[in-house]
Nanobody, 121 residues
Framework: QVRLVESGGGLVQAGGSLRLSCEAS????????LGWFRQAAGKQRELVAR???????HYADSVKGRITISRDNAKNTVYLQMNSLKPEDTAVYYC???????????????WGQGTQVTVSS
């Protein structure tokens, strides 16, 4: 079983910064893809960024240049540094982990409880 605990959300003015953290625990976390999704009110959950165990990153076009994902494998923690925040970044941000569960490459996704980020204009 995998457990994900997020922290760092809050209220910030447009143009400001926030840093989200997600501490992961459980089997196979060190080899998992870790990342962040977000869900704004009335909208579908969308990928913000993800990072592989080797450090390869992928970002949504809407956040490129403003948001950076990183991971500390020694601490099993993934971070999301968000700069130049916009009101449209307002959402609940969810940490996730994609774990390979068998030799055939089957995967399973795990989710954190979510943390609210509100950007005021």
């Amino acid at each position: 079983q995998v457990r994900l605990v997020e922290s760092g959300g809050g209220l910030v003015q447009a143009g400001g910064s926030l840093r989200l953290s997600c501490e992961a625990s459980g089997r196979l976390i060190s080899s998992a893809v870790l990342g962040w999704f977000r869900q704004a009110a009335g909208k579908q959950r969308e990928l913000v960024a993800r990072v592989t165990s080797a450090g390869t990153t992928h970002y949504a076009d809407s956040v490129k240049g403003r948001i950076t994902i990183s991971r500390d494998n020694a601490k099993n923690t993934v971070y999301l540094q968000m700069n130049s925040l916009k009101p449209e970044d307002t959402a609940v941000y969810y940490c996730y982990a994609q774990v390979v569960t068998n030799i055939e490459g089957a995967t399973r996704d795990f989710w954190g409880q979510g943390t609210q980020v509100t950007v005021s204009s």
